[in-house]
């Protein structure tokens, strides 16, 4: 399945969603979606429990009960960022089967007030895994490296992220 984003809001069909009909400041939703992420071979995570985080110009960001990754595939990286609506982040190298990535998920240690759910949970950047899936479609990652969205089919842009959306 190939995403495209054409630089003009596109028109949601029928069961999609435009980030542009989402909200700044972002919104914290429960998801009952099935996630499957892939990792050095291995399944790093099986789970229909999430949340997502919806914000104008960005695919969804799915965060995951840290119970529901595999132990020990988790551990402390020496990165931090700041979030304008969630706080400051920590980051997690992810570590399993016969690979590594630095840095390739991050969570809220004490996220703001409206993300309190998000404590005890963590995201993924889709692009540094093996895969993921939802619902069985799988996702692409949201250009950038900075963001961490997953692209499906049920989303329409155009989405921030790539050469010339920083201003967006």
């Given amino acids: 399945m190939a995403i495209r984003s054409s630089g003009k809001r596109e028109r949601p069909g029928p069961g999609q969603e435009s980030v542009w009909d989402y909200p700044r400041p972002p919104r914290l939703e429960r998801s009952s979606a099935s996630i499957v ?8 995570v099986r789970t229909e429990r999430s949340y997502r985080v919806l914000e104008t110009s960005h695919p969804p960001v799915h965060y995951i009960a840290i119970s529901d990754v595999t132990g020990g595939a988790l551990r402390p990286a020496d990165r931090r960022s700041w979030c304008e609506w969630k706080g400051e982040a920590a980051y997690y190298d992810v570590v399993l089967g016969n690979r590594s990535e630095a840095a390739a998920a991050w969570w809220y240690p004490q996220p703001t007030r409206p993300f309190a759910e998000l404590a005890d949970h963590v995201a993924f950047y889709p692009g540094r895994m093996d895969s993921c899936s939802l619902d069985g479609e799988r996702v692409e990652a949201q250009s950038g490296d900075f963001y ?6 049920r989303v329409v842009g155009p989405f921030k992220g790539g050469p010339g959306t920083w201003g967006w």
């Avoid at 961490?148 to 089919?153: A, P, Q, V, Y």
């Fill in 148 to 153: 961490g969205g997953w692209r499906t089919s």
């Fill in 37 to 44: 992420i892939e990792f050095g071979g291995q399944i790093l």
